[in-house]
């Protein structure tokens, strides 16, 4: 369990061809001990199915979850400000995902790719080779990093 305030977890909401939104809330459901004191924000999100799992994890799960839009920027300002850790699940490569806004902020990236392409592959989640198709390694992935264990900043 984490103490003090909130951490910021901010998420990939990306789904499609490159992003694995969904994949990344079910991760939610095996988080433990550490979702208790973490504050979720979803990023990025535009699939409708998206919105509809984070609805059922805040009512299945009491897990709630902030929904951010592309284009919240001008009225909320960057999603990714105050966050402690991005997390996000893929295919192939994490180009999609925030990783320059997360490296200038200092933000620390934890990416979970699926059958990464050699070109541009991120090292897998520290601990966690299979995280990127288990959601329960994910999870584990995520907790740890929340504790600070997780790798340098990608």
């Known amino acids: 369990m984490l103490t003090g305030r909130p951490v910021i977890l901010a998420l990939d909401g990306t789904e499609g061809m490159e992003g694995r939104a969904l994949f990344t809330l ?3 459901t095996f988080a433990g ?15 409708d199915n998206v919105l509809l799992a984070a609805e ?3 009512w299945d799960e009491g897990i709630a979850v902030e929904i951010r839009r592309p ?5 909320r300002g960057s999603p990714l400000e105050g966050a402690g850790l ?13 990783l ?8 620390p990236v934890l990416a979970a790719i699926q059958y ?9 989640p520290p601990g966690e080779p299979d995280a990127a198709f288990d959601p329960r390694r994910f999870a584990a992935a995520i907790g740890r990093a929340l504790r600070g264990r997780a790798g340098p900043v990608r």
């Open 86 to 98: 991005y997390a996000g699940a893929a295919f192939r490569h994490a180009r999609h995902m925030r």
């Open 71 to 75: 284009g919240d920027e001008e009225e």
């Open 116 to 124: 990464p392409d050699p070109a541009d592959a991120l090292p897998p």
């Open 33 to 47: 001990g550490w979702s208790a004191g973490v504050a979720i924000r979803m990023i990025d999100v535009t699939d």
């Open 56 to 58: 059922a994890l805040a």
């Open 100 to 107: 320059e806004e997360a490296r200038r902020r200092g933000i």
């Open 26 to 28: 079910s991760a939610l």
